[in-house]
């Protein structure tokens, strides 16, 4: 198994989590029907995903795909940014791009019923650490007249696969000059999760 590949369920739901906008692409609807959506992940008690729930306008040409065949291909992107060889403290040392990513093959169920359900959830959690949340009553009738536009639905995971390549396979001293010089705090810190143990000292 490669280094990049040994994850557990919480660096796949904390990447959802942070990352929630992803390409949802129908398998058997070829590329055209690629788009970006956001989705909540749901965990069982183990922290695996089990659901992610979205909604789409009515008008997504995913939605006629989707409903002749429900396979759906949804990519996660992660922090991401090259890695020069002046980061790493050696012109010898050949350029690299370090990048998180969830890939997640799924059968999609919609739900024509479940708008409220859906885009509470959504609302919930990107309001959540605002100053002032907003909420769903807040937008008054406008709601309910654009509600019938969008569909909701559920994505039931059936093959959950991800690549966390954070430099695992670097030495430590190459590894501790990449972090000194990554300013994108993100993938500073995300580098620093897949590099813990080696950098206890």
Known sequence: MSLFTQYDANDVADLISEYPLAWVTAIGGGAETASLLPLIARLDDAGQVIRLIGHMSRRNALLPALTADPRALILFH??????????????????????????????????????????????????????????????????????????????MPTRVEAVFKLAQDEKPDVLRSILANTTDEALLRWTRRFNADRLTD
Do not use: C, M
């Open 78 to 155: 992660g922090p991401h940014g090259y890695v020069s060889p002046n980061a790493a403290g050696s012109r010898t040392w050949l350029p690299t791009w370090n990048f998180a990513q969830v890939r997640i093959e799924a059968e999609i169920n919609f739900e024509p019923d479940g708008a409220d359900s859906a885009l509470a959830a959504l609302v919930d959690f990107a309001e959540t650490g605002q100053d002032n949340p907003w909420t769903i009553d807040e937008a008054g009738p406008r709601y309910e007249k654009l509600k019938p536009l969008i569909i909701a639905f559920s994505a």
